[in-house]
């Protein structure tokens, strides 16, 4: 049957009865003819059955002919609705329940794009919606991410760890398509493409012609090179000379911070010596009072969630350092927490910062400006452990 013209809707022909339905509700109400699909005409109220009669040549017109043979028996509006309604809002409930399942049992295979997974995701979504479920966004991003195969599972817990605020379906569609282009692109994933230097030298573009006269590699001077090989007469540590050492000036600043701090973190076990990135910790944290380059009284409490611990808070302050990806990087605002067992590195404060955190399978990158550093390596414990590096002297990028 052709498109009725009068009310630009297509005769019901079996599919999408839930909008069909709408629709011509809508169009009944219009013409105050909607309560003939809820109850039958007066008989003895001429007006009744006369706008009863109307309401059922309207409705044969918006029938499709296969559905309309079916209903020979029904000779009234009424009747009519009664009958659809039972045979096609039962159909519309098993679709819903079948819909579901594919939902929640479809997998992302490896030769589907992300884009066009996601695009396949949406579409069951909205087969559920037009067969009458209420299905919200938050749904449809419980539904992509449990689909997602284990080298995402990373992706997963960062997207969890998202404030609600974030947490649209347009953001984590974007980062989803993000993490897989990151993961095809063979110079973020290919470490051979990485490349390290093996004197472990960072330095600015602008010296990459220089000449060291001491080891006659490029982008550094002798001078340079003879001061990573030094030794500080005030702490004992290499890279810096007496009176740039970060210990003394520590001890020489003066005014104190004593805000309060009430964090509250889990995690496992920690390394002493290597800053780990943690999604659950809300301020970055250190041990190493000998790392700050400055550090101002603070005071506070830290609860350690799975040892049920209260450690205390001493001060807050800048650690300089390097990453191996040559840049160097400032750490701001780390609490100096002397009692705890590692360092960490809050997931929140760095995209507080402007970076964008994604965590691949066993590598952890920042992404800020188009440009993307490797930043954390997933060890055999499970923990992402930074190559964060401290003491470096200048400051390129910091968080």
Excluded at 323 to 341: E, F, G, H, M, T
């Amino acid at each position: 049957m052709a498109l009725n013209r009068e009310y630009t809707v297509t005769p019901f022909d079996g599919a999408n009865f839930s909008v069909w339905n709408r629709r011509v509700k809508a169009i009944f109400a219009a013409k105050e003819l909607d309560i003939f699909l809820e109850k039958e005409a007066d008989a003895t109220n001429d007006t009744e059955v006369s706008k009863s009669k109307k309401a059922y040549a309207i409705l044969l017109t918006l029938l499709d002919d296969k559905i309309l043979s079916s209903l020979q028996k029904e000779v009234t509006a009424f009747k009519i609705w009664k009958a659809l309604i039972s045979t096609y809002e039962a159909k519309g409930a098993m679709n819903q329940i079948l819909t579901r399942k594919r939902l929640a049992t479809i997998r992302k295979s490896k030769e589907t794009s992300m884009r066009q997974h996601i695009d396949e995701m949406l579409k069951l979504v909205s087969h559920l919606r037009v067969s009458g479920a209420e299905v919200s966004d938050i749904d449809s991003i419980v539904y992509i991410l449990m689909s997602l195969p284990k080298e995402y599972e990373s992706v997963k817990v960062a997207l969890e760890n998202q404030p609600n605020v974030n947490l649209t379906l347009e953001f984590v569609t974007q980062k989803l398509i993000d993490s897989e282009a990151l993961m095809n692109d063979s110079k973020f994933v290919d470490k051979s493409s990485i490349k390290y230097p093996t004197d472990n030298v960072t330095f600015a573009a602008k010296y990459k012609k220089l000449i060291c006269n001491f080891c006659s590699k490029k982008g550094h001077t002798s001078k340079f090179r003879r001061l990573k090989a030094s030794k500080c007469f005030s702490c004992d540590k290499a890279g810096h000379y007496k009176r740039d050492c970060p210990v003394s000036k520590t001890a020489a600043d003066s005014g104190a911070r004593n805000s309060a701090y009430e964090i509250t973190f889990v995690a496992g076990t920690l390394n002493e010596d290597k800053f780990i990135i943690d999604s659950g910790a809300t301020s970055h944290m250190c041990s190493r009072k000998e790392w700050f380059s400055s550090l101002e009284p603070a005071s506070g409490t830290i609860r350690w969630a799975s040892k049920s611990a209260v450690l205390q808070v001493e001060g807050i302050g800048i650690i300089r350092g390097e990453i191996s990806n040559n840049a160097n990087l400032n750490l701001k605002d780390v609490l100096y927490v002397p009692n705890l067992n590692g360092q960490l590195l809050s997931v929140k404060k760095i995209e507080a910062a402007g970076f964008c955190v994604i965590f691949m399978k066993e590598e952890v990158f920042l992404e800020k400006e188009n440009k993307c550093l490797l930043f954390d390596h997933r060890k055999n414990c499970g923990q992402y452990i930074s190559d964060f590096i401290a003491h470096c002297e200048t400051a390129l990028v910091g968080y």
